[in-house]
């Protein structure tokens, strides 16, 4: 996928984000932020009010480039499969990932923005990831490079390690049932756990290496891990949906479809990947 003959997705990205920062500080408030739609997304969730209104901001910018001349299929965590004009082309929203820090005014959430030319991981050419806690906007196009807000993230960093285990690592899905049935493995190969509620986020902690690995405790959506597993790629980390032998073949979709893991380094994948998930 080459920037330079695509559409504007960058540029879409960006005005879609500054949308949703927007609207989430015109609701700052947990009693406005919780308030929902009484109505169930295409991705199964509850819809708060506020992942209604951030899906209409990407929408917005989606039409836009639609008139301009882009086809592409969109699939969105509130709205499912939308087609403008072109099944080939996959966009994989999720208007706020991690809806239930936002809702609680907990600092990690962010819109996450996949743009693939084929339907699995592996296609994915442009991935953008927001977090508005933070302020930080992360970037990749395949085989470019990735940066942090505008800065070259590097390839070459490699992991920490602490008494032979991974200094530290992320989790997500962070249900106590399955924090518990994993902790034992987890314990084994990681010193410090943290889990900051965002799946794309956590994923890009690791392309900075700030995290050293991170794995989901049970299957993940393509919507929470499409853009940011080509982030970490593009940093020199190494990912795997270990449901598949493939490591990127899982569907661009929205069904949970498999874990994901990923490291810094190849030993650290192996290592995560032991871990027992749903």
């Known amino acids: 996928m080459d920037p330079a003959s695509s559409p504007d997705w960058l540029g879409a990205c960006r005005r879609a984000a500054a949308g949703i920062r927007d609207l989430l500080a015109d ?3 947990i009693a406005e932020r919780v308030e929902e739609t009484g109505t169930t997304g295409e991705g199964g969730d509850q819809t708060l009010i506020i ?12 039409e836009r480039l639609h008139r301009e001349g882009a086809r592409f299929t969109a699939v969105s965590e509130e709205r499912g499969s939308v087609e403008f004009g ?5 966009v994989v929203i999720d208007p706020i990932d991690g809806s239930l820090n ?7 959430h962010a819109v996450s923005i996949a743009v693939a030319d084929g339907p699995t ?4 050419g442009f991935g953008f990831v927001q977090d508005f806690g933070p302020h930080e906007e992360w970037v990749a196009w395949r085989d470019r490079g990735a940066t942090l807000n ?3 993230l590097d390839r070459d960093l490699g992991e920490r390690r602490v008494r032979g285990r991974l200094e530290v690592v992320g989790v997500e899905s962070a249900d106590p049932r399955w924090f518990v049935a994993s902790a034992d493995e987890l314990e084994q190969v990681a010193h410090r756990i943290r889990a900051i509620g965002t799946m794309a986020s956590a994923i890009c902690q690791v392309a900075a290496a700030r995290f050293d690995g991170m794995v989901s405790l ?14 970490a790629r593009e940093a020199g980390a190494h990912v795997a949906f270990i449901a ?6 899982a569907p661009l979709d929205l069904e949970p479809h498999s874990p994901v893991v990923v490291a810094r380094t190849l030993e650290g994948l192996a290592e995560l990947s032991r871990v027992p998930v749903r």
């Open 27 to 29: 609701r700052p408030t």
């Open 51 to 62: 992942d209604e209104a951030a899906e209409d901001v990407v929408f917005e910018e989606l």
């Open 86 to 90: 072109d099944g080939e082309v996959v």
């Open 102 to 108: 936002a809702k609680r005014g907990l600092p990690h």
């Open 121 to 124: 991981m592996a296609d994915v």
């Open 150 to 152: 505008g800065m070259s």
């Open 218 to 231: 049970r299957n993940c959506r393509a919507v929470d891990a499409a853009a940011a597993q080509l982030i």
């Open 244 to 249: 598949y032998d493939d490591p990127l073949a």
